[in-house]
């Protein structure tokens, strides 16, 4: 991959600054140089000597600068949620970049979603422009991976850690539908070593990665609070009033959740399995979330041990 006595150089799409992103530069720092395109500086970054290009990734012109003596692209850029027209812009962006990396025959890993409900797939930019981005990725010329991890965990993450939180905050915890949905999360940094092989010997394929225990969501709520001293207590809401809520967030502007979130857990599609590409244990989430509690609490929490899978 790489000349004698150089380390290789990966290309950085979207930065270290986010969940995955902090887990990949842990992941890659110690044997690859690395090069990030993102907009504002990142402090981890700075630390690892990570080289930081400046850029807006939708509205670059020129990548071929930034693909200079690159070895291989890990593209992390998405947001959660936005306009037809801001999603455009950063497809087009990554495909400007997709070509260069194609005429350069440098690898492309590709990190994206599992498959969601057809009335998400089809009914919002989040996902028809992502979903474009994946296929011009695996019909390239390029050696590539797509990576599809379920939901993460790690420090700062927006769906359990934000759990925990609003359940320790609040008296009771809204509950969509009946909890009877399965999550199998998958740490971060377990992701963070599939990208990274991925970037070394690219597979040629799409790889969904899922945790080692499909839990039923209600289990994981009831374990947060039990971590919490506190006792179970749920605002119960039907599909369509948990949708509704969410759109209501959306409207008066936060992003602590959106309707299609909501939608695609209340799917049931979301407790992928174990991936055969990841060697060795994975991560499960109770120690994560033991750890987390004991971090927004200030106190040890009880050892309640590991949670069996539900049917």
Same mark, same amino acid.
């Given at each position: 991959?790489? %000349?004698? %006595?150089?380390?290789?150089? *990966?290309? *950085?799409?979207?930065?270290?600054?986010?969940?995955? +992103?902090?887990?990949?530069?842990?992941?890659?720092?110690?044997?690859?140089?690395?090069?990030?395109?993102?907009?504002?500086?990142?402090?981890?970054?700075?630390?690892?000597?990570?080289?930081?290009?400046?850029?807006?990734?939708?509205?670059?012109?020129?990548?071929?600068?930034?693909?200079?003596?690159?070895?291989?692209?890990?593209?992390?850029?998405?947001?959660?949620?936005?306009?037809?027209?801001? @999603?455009?812009?950063?497809?087009?962006?990554?495909?400007?970049?997709?070509?260069?990396?194609?005429?350069?025959?440098?690898?492309?890993? $590709?990190?994206?979603?599992?498959?969601?409900?057809?009335?998400?797939?089809?009914?919002?930019?989040?996902?028809?422009?992502?979903?474009?981005?994946?296929?011009?990725?695996?019909?390239?010329?390029?050696?590539?991976?797509?990576?599809?991890?379920?939901?993460?965990?790690?420090? +700062?993450?927006?769906?359990? &850690?934000?759990? !925990?939180? $609003?359940?320790?905050?609040?008296?009771?915890?809204?509950?969509?539908?009946?909890?009877?949905?399965?999550?199998?999360?998958?740490?971060?940094?377990?992701?963070?070593?599939?990208?990274?092989?991925?970037?070394?010997?690219?597979?040629?394929?799409?790889?969904?990665?899922? +945790?080692?225990?499909?839990?039923?969501?209600?289990?994981?709520?009831?374990?947060? @609070?039990? *971590?919490?001293?506190?006792?179970?207590?749920?605002?119960?809401?039907?599909?369509? +009033?948990?949708? &509704?809520?969410?759109?209501?967030?959306?409207?008066? %502007?936060?992003?602590?959740?959106?309707?299609?979130?909501? /939608?695609? *857990?209340?799917?049931?599609? !979301?407790?992928?399995?174990?991936?055969?590409?990841? /060697? %060795?244990?994975?991560?499960?989430?109770?120690?994560?979330?033991?750890?987390?509690?004991?971090?927004?609490?200030?106190?040890?929490?009880?050892?309640?041990?590991?949670?069996?899978?539900?049917?």
């Amino acid at each position: 991959m790489s %000349g004698p %006595g150089r380390r290789p150089r *990966l290309l *950085l799409v979207g930065g270290g600054g986010g969940l995955l +992103g902090r887990a990949v530069l842990e992941e890659f720092a110690p044997t690859w140089s690395i090069r990030s395109v993102h907009r504002h500086p990142v402090e981890r970054e700075r630390a690892l000597g990570v080289e930081w290009v400046a850029a807006d990734v939708g509205a670059l012109a020129d990548w071929t600068p930034a693909l200079r003596e690159v070895d291989a692209v890990v593209n992390l850029a998405w947001y959660r949620w936005g306009s037809d027209g801001r @999603f455009r812009a950063l497809e087009a962006g990554l495909e400007r970049m997709r070509v260069v990396a194609e005429t350069r025959g440098t690898p492309f890993v $590709q990190v994206s979603v599992p498959p969601a409900p057809a009335s998400l797939e089809a009914g919002i930019p989040y996902l028809t422009y992502k979903r474009r981005f994946d296929g011009a990725v695996r019909s390239g010329r390029s050696p590539f991976a797509v990576i599809r991890p379920t939901l993460m965990f790690a420090p +700062g993450d927006v769906l359990l &850690g934000t759990m !925990l939180r $609003q359940i320790r905050r609040y008296p009771i915890f809204p509950m969509f539908g009946d909890g009877a949905y399965h999550l199998s999360p998958i740490a971060a940094s377990d992701v963070a070593r599939a990208i990274e092989r991925a970037a070394r010997t690219p597979p040629n394929a799409t790889i969904d990665l899922g +945790g080692p225990v499909s839990y039923r969501y209600r289990d994981l709520t009831d374990r947060m @609070f039990a *971590l919490l001293a506190k006792r179970p207590r749920y605002w119960h809401l039907g599909r369509r +009033g948990a949708v &509704g809520l969410a759109r209501l967030l959306q409207r008066i %502007g936060s992003t602590l959740l959106y309707a299609y979130e909501v /939608e695609w *857990l209340l799917s049931d599609t !979301l407790a992928l399995p174990p991936s055969s590409f990841l /060697e %060795g244990p994975l991560a499960r989430v109770e120690p994560y979330l033991r750890a987390e509690t004991e971090r927004v609490t200030g106190r040890p929490a009880p050892e309640l041990g590991p949670m069996g899978p539900k049917g």
